[in-house]
């Protein structure tokens, strides 16, 4: 069972940043596809940004390409979403997601508990 503790949310203006963590336990973050998303209430759940097993592609919904970048660090086995020049439409509660298919065919899926990412003056 993978646990996922998402931190670094927080209230920041309008152009600022913020690095979220995912910290993982129980599981190695290398051997999932981990994603981050966000959710704001009245909207259902979109993928913000996410990153292959092997580390070497990603993939950004268009409304963040060129702001938010995800990264990974085997060694603290966390995953990171920095975002800059953010905007009051990223405003959301910002999950973390671990999902791997397994050769068996079981979808191993696990969720963070959300962090609150607030942009406004």
């Known amino acids: 069972q993978v646990q996922l503790v998402e931190s670094g949310g927080g209230l920041v203006q309008p152009g600022g940043s913020l690095r979220l963590s995912c910290a993982a336990s129980?599981?190695?973050?290398?051997?999932?596809?981990m994603s981050w998303y966000r959710q704001d209430p009245g909207k259902e759940r979109e993928l913000v940004a996410g990153?292959?097993?092997?580390?070497?592609?990603?993939n950004y919904a268009d409304s963040v390409k060129g702001r938010f970048t995800i990264s990974r660090d085997n060694a603290k086995n966390t995953v990171y979403l920095q975002m800059n020049s953010l905007k009051s439409e990223d405003t959301a509660v910002y999950y973390c997601?671990?999902?791997?298919?397994?050769?068996?065919?079981?979808?191993?899926?696990?969720w963070g508990q959300g962090t609150q990412v607030t942009v406004s003056l």
């Open positions: 990153l292959t097993r092997g580390g070497d592609s990603t």
């Open positions: 129980g599981g190695t973050v290398s051997s999932y596809v």
């Open positions: 997601n671990a999902k791997r298919l397994a050769w068996s065919g079981r979808t191993y899926d696990y």
